[in-house]
């Protein structure tokens, strides 16, 4: 067990309305990211974040914010939630060494209708 | 920019042995990581090679080679349980992961 929840697992909402997944993590670590998976695709990385209030953009950022005001919390927002945003959230977490890997957590999956 | 090939699908018997190729082209590279994902279910690490050479952890092993940009994943005396799909991934700026499309294993009895 990595430490990392996120919430909510399931959720289903319609186009425009705004979205926030939550990722929680007990291990203190600086690195946090997320990540959506959809089919026939690995993951592909929307943000992350090394440290409080330090946030970049990934390789899928556009229509994704991020927030990051605690170590343990890493937020992902759907500003205006469309039918192509419709997919798995995974959120990662990594502690600095590169002797560790990253832990992801079991998913949120999102349907956009 | 990153981009990783990896094979779509394999298939093999119980108790053999599979590899799976991975080659990457990237821009940055922070070592060559593979994840197994059963269906529903989150990455999961498997194993993680930093430099050239081969990573052995119990029934699996990783193969990198930095030279030719390629790596392979080696799962022997493979298991009913191992059908999943398999990720390569190489990290970059910050240890982001960029990921391979996945392959596919499944394991006939």
């Known amino acids: 067990d990595a430490g990392i929840t996120q919430s909510p697992r399931h959720k289903v909402t319609e186009t425009g309305t705004p979205v926030t997944l939550r990722c929680h993590q007990t291990?203190?670590?600086?690195?946090m990211y997320w990540y959506r998976q959809d089919p026939g695709h690995g993951l592909r990385l929307i943000h992350y974040s090394y440290g409080v209030k330090d946030t970049d953009k990934g390789e899928v950022s556009d229509g994704y914010s991020v927030s990051r005001s605690k170590t343990e919390d890493f937020l992902l927002t759907l500003e205006s939630a469309t039918s192509s945003q419709t997919s798995v959230y995974f959120c990662?977490?990594?502690?600095?060494?590169?002797?560790?890997?990253?832990?992801f957590g079991d998913g949120t999956r999102l349907s956009i209708l | 920019g990153q981009s990783l090939e990896q094979p779509s699908e394999v298939t093999a018997v119980e108790g053999a042995i599979v590899q799976i190729n991975c080659t990457y082209q990237?821009?940055?590279?922070?070592?060559l990581s593979w994840y197994q994902q059963h269906d529903g279910g989150a990455p999961t690490f498997l194993s993680y090679n930093a430099l050239d050479g081969l990573e052995e952890t119990g029934r699996f092993s990783s193969f990198l080679s930095r030279s030719d940009s390629y790596g392979y994943l080696l799962l022997q005396e493979l298991q009913m349980k191992d059908s999943a799909s398999y990720f390569c991934?190489?990290?970059?700026?910050?240890?982001?992961?960029?990921f391979g499309s996945g392959t596919r294993l499944q394991v006939q009895p």
């Open positions: 991934a190489v990290g970059t700026g910050r240890r982001a992961l960029t």
């Open positions: 291990e203190n670590h600086r690195y």
């Open positions: 990662a977490i990594w502690a600095g060494r590169d002797d560790q890997p990253q832990h």
């Open positions: 990237t821009s940055g590279f922070y070592g």
